[in-house]
Structure formats: C-alpha cells, structure tokens
C-alpha cells in the first residue's frame, strides 16, 4: 500500500524560516512532488526530486532522502501569501504515472 | 502554452440527481488526464486517469464513471448521487510517457443536498 504522511498544520512568523516534512512509504518510487494549494484553489506545482539532495528554486527548497523515505520542503523569507496548504506527493513507480498525495499540511503565516 | 479548463466551478445537487463534469486542455496532444476528488480533512483521491482515447483507469469502486470521448476531454458522471460525493473535483494533466509534474484545472465545487 501507500502511505504518505506530513503534519496537519503549521504556524510560522512573517519573514522567518519554516520546514514541512514527509515521510512516505510507498511499493515503489519514482520521485517526489511538493505542490501549493491556496483555500478554495487548484494546487501549484513547486518542485520534484527524484534523487538524493536538496533542489533549491527561489525561496522554497525539497530535500529528498530515498533511504529514509523523507522528504522536506524549506520556505524562506517567509511572506503573508504562503499561507497555503502544502501537499507532498510520491510517484510509485516504473511504468505508473499515477501521483499519491499526502493529507496536506496547512501553514498559517502570522504578522 | 497549455490551459485546462473545468466547468461547472460549483455545482449544487440533490441526492439521487445525475452528474456531469467536464475538463478539457488545451495546447498539447495525447496528455495523460486525471479525476481527483478532495474532500474536507481528506487528502487528494485519485478517482479515474486515462492514457488515452477510450482508455479510463479506475481506482477506487463507486458510482461514479468517466469516459474521454476526444484526446483532451475528459468527462466525469454519475447516474444518482450520493451524499458523500460532495467535495473538490479536480481535473489534472500530465505530458504522456514520463512522470512529470500533473498540471490542476481551477475545480469544481459539488455540494449534494
């Protein structure tokens, strides 16, 4: 089966440094996708790891540790309009181009 | 560029009613399309994808169906509704034959009464 797991909600600081974890178990892996997901809007894509290592783009950051099956996403500078939902994603495997998405996890920036 | 577009955005049924949503893309061929439900405290399902023409994929059993009669439509129906078909339908697409980021139309809100 699948399982994905991030924290359900967060609060951070405007302008601080916040890191939203998850850890996934899954039959397979092809890689890792983080997307954002405003109230009542579509998700956005963020970022995809698919090996080992940070990927770094702009303020936000995705490490991935295919060993520990962990991932996290690092918001810096951190603003008014990243409060947002934020939802890890694992693609389980060769041949599948199916997406298994976590719960989300809720960040709420405050003043 | 690449557009996706869902309609209806909310939509309010009674039990019992049938059910037809619509997505469609725009400025790319044979994509992989996807049918998401997002519930309230639930994660994104995947209900439905497809790799092709007439080739629907279902993951989870219930009494909802989809067809894709044109490369980049995508129709998602029900013959009678059910209360816990209420939630965030989500149309998505993906560029065929690798694993790529999935692309989310705007949604449409389904409230069944």
């Known amino acids: 089966g699948q399982n994905i797991d991030q924290p359900t909600e967060m609060t951070a600081t405007e302008g601080a440094i916040v890191q939203i974890n998850c850890t996934y178990q899954?039959?397979?892996?092809?890689?890792l996708f983080w997307y954002q997901q405003h109230a009542g809007e579509a998700p956005t894509f963020l970022s995809y790891?698919?090996?080992?290592g940070l990927e770094e783009k702009g303020r936000f950051s995705s490490f991935l540790s295919r060993s520990k099956g962990y991932s996290y996403l690092l918001l810096k500078e951190l603003q008014m309009k990243d409060s947002a939902s934020y939802l890890c994603?694992?693609?389980?495997?060769?041949?599948?181009?199916?997406?298994?998405f976590g719960k989300g996890t809720k960040l709420s920036v405050i003043p | 560029s690449q557009t996706i577009h869902q309609w209806p955005a909310t939509l309010v049924q009674p039990v019992g009613s049938p059910l037809s949503l619509e997505c469609t893309v725009e400025?790319?061929?044979?994509?992989?399309l996807y049918w998401y439900r997002q519930a309230a405290g639930r994660g994104l399902q995947l209900l439905f994808y497809?790799?092709?023409?007439?080739?629907i994929s279902s993951e989870v059993p219930q009494n909802l169906s989809a067809s894709r009669p044109q490369d980049r439509q995508f129709i998602l129906s029900s013959k009678k509704l059910l209360l816990s078909d209420s939630g965030f339908y989500l149309c998505?697409?993906?560029?065929?034959?690798?694993?790529?980021?999935?692309?989310f139309g705007p949604g449409t809100r389904l409230t069944v009464l």
């Open positions: 998505a697409w993906s560029t065929s034959g690798s694993v790529d980021e999935q692309f």
């Open positions: 899954t039959s397979g892996f092809n890689g």
């Open positions: 790891n698919v090996l080992d």
């Open positions: 994603a694992v693609s389980p495997g060769a041949g599948s181009y199916q997406l298994t």
């Open positions: 400025g790319t061929s044979n994509p992989n």
């Open positions: 497809s790799v092709g023409i007439g080739q």
